[in-house]
Every structure is written in C-alpha cells, then in structure tokens.
C-alpha cells in the first residue's frame, strides 16, 4: 500500500530501513524483558546464589 500511494522510494525506505529499526527495537525491548524479570534470580531471606550451590 505504501509503494501504491507514496511511490517506490517510500516504500523501499519504508519496507528495508524502518522495518530493520524495528526488529532491533523489538529485540531490545525483548532482551530487557528477559534479563529483568526471567533470566536473573533475585536472592531471598538475605542469602546470596552462591551460598545455594
């Protein structure tokens, strides 16, 4: 639709660059999701990881 009513110019910066700010956006926003609430393992009761290996 983008190429139709904007021209090929449009929709090849449209289609190849935005897209590519998009992808690392969303795998940003992915990896901050992850490493703050899934990946790390917050102590408790004042005990450190290591102390349970």
């Not at 956006?25 to 290996?53: D, M, Q």
Request: with cysteine; aromatic share 24%.
């Amino acid at each position: 639709a983008i190429y139709f009513w904007f021209g090929r110019q449009v929709g090849v910066v449209f289609h190849d660059y935005f897209s590519n700010l998009m992808t690392i956006a969303w795998l940003f926003v992915f990896w901050r999701f992850s490493y703050t609430h899934v990946l790390v393992e917050k102590p408790t009761n004042g005990s450190s990881i290591c102390e349970n290996i």
